[in-house]
């Protein structure tokens, strides 16, 4: 029986905010911006989507008099994202069968 | 990036591979603590065996120049974290291993200067072996995990060699641990940085 993929993460910008995440223990709103090449009106919709589904904490903050949001991932975003990989490994392996 | 583009299962994978190695190479080490350290210590150690062994005093303790070196070091450590975007994984036990080092360090100078031990610079060169093999370690860094090691065998061999040649020792153990490990690592952020 095949897992289903986890619609939150089963679109390309949200998961590849996600595996930045995974790497790092927070990031800056604008190094991820950078590091998926997005722009910042639909990163922000998709990050407001992790956040809802409790996957990211999204902090903002003022740092030298300029709004800074950061991002981290939720023990309960590691654990979809886990699912997600095991997911996708079964549909994989079942692929070469 | 979109985010309605539909992925198949082999292009997901590709892309969390892809977007975790890009979170990796974010994280470059400047070698400049490294080289700073090593450069200073190999100058202080070089600096005392001179002194000792040619009979001349420069007026002052070098190596009161290592405490006086933590004042740009920590200016530089709160500039950097102000420009980083990101904080990695590890970055939080590595503010530990070296701050335990420092106190470590300073209050090694106190053990000495009040016990007077047969060995002092056998345990400065252990200690200096500690974090740094711990840092080489974690970050999988094989001259660092090289140093650590030579900082122990000066250490020990430290034990059969009479003062002042135990100061060439303690060169020999920061040219390994920090110097040689902070030229490879600038060397390596200099040739990511221009690419």
Same mark, same amino acid.
């Given at each position: 029986m095949f897992k289903e993929l986890d619609p939150i993460l089963h679109s390309q910008l949200r998961l590849?905010?996600?595996?930045?995440?995974?790497?790092?223990?927070?990031?800056?709103?604008?190094?991820?911006?950078?590091?998926t090449n997005s722009t910042a009106g639909n990163l922000s919709?998709?990050?407001?989507?992790?956040?809802?589904?409790?996957?990211?904490?999204?902090?903002?903050?003022?740092?030298?008099?300029?709004?800074?949001?950061?991002?981290?991932?939720t023990p309960h975003g590691i654990e979809a994202f886990e699912a997600y990989v095991q997911a996708l490994q079964q549909y994989l392996q079942a692929g070469k069968g | 990036m979109s985010e309605e583009k539909q992925l198949t299962e082999k292009e997901s994978l590709e892309l969390i591979a892809s977007m975790i190695s890009k979170a990796k190479n974010s994280y470059i080490d400047s070698g400049v603590g490294p080289l700073y350290w090593g450069i200073l210590i190999t100058?202080?150690?070089?600096?005392? @065996? /001179?002194?000792? &062994?040619?009979?001349?005093?420069?007026?002052?303790?070098?190596?009161?120049?290592?405490?006086?070196?933590?004042?740009?070091?920590?200016? @530089? /450590?709160?500039? &950097?974290?102000?420009?980083k975007k990101f904080t990695a994984h590890e970055e939080s036990i590595m503010n530990f291993v070296w701050s335990t080092f420092a106190i470590c360090m300073f209050l090694l100078s106190f053990y000495n200067g009040v016990a007077h031990p047969a060995h002092p610079t056998a345990l400065y060169m252990m200690v200096y072996g500690i974090p740094t093999f711990i840092t080489g370690g974690i970050r999988k860094f094989k001259p660092m995990i090289i140093g650590g090691i030579v900082c122990w065998i000066c250490s020990l061999t430290s034990l059969y060699i009479s003062f002042p040649n135990t100061l060439l020792l303690m060169t020999v153990s920061s040219t390994f641990a920090w110097l040689i490990p902070g030229i490879i690592l600038r060397r390596r952020y200099l040739k990511l940085k221009h690419v």
């Open positions: 590849a905010v996600m595996s930045l995440l995974i790497g790092v223990k927070e990031a800056e709103f604008t190094f991820i911006r950078e590091k919709v998709q990050v407001q989507k992790l956040k809802e589904a409790g996957y990211i904490d999204v902090i903002k903050q003022f740092k030298d008099n300029y709004p800074q949001t950061t991002c981290k991932i | 100058f202080c150690s070089l600096m005392s @065996y /001179a002194e000792y &062994s040619l009979h001349f005093s420069i007026g002052f303790d070098i190596w009161l120049l290592a405490f006086f070196a933590l004042i740009p070091q920590i200016y @530089y /450590a709160i500039r &950097s974290k102000k420009q």
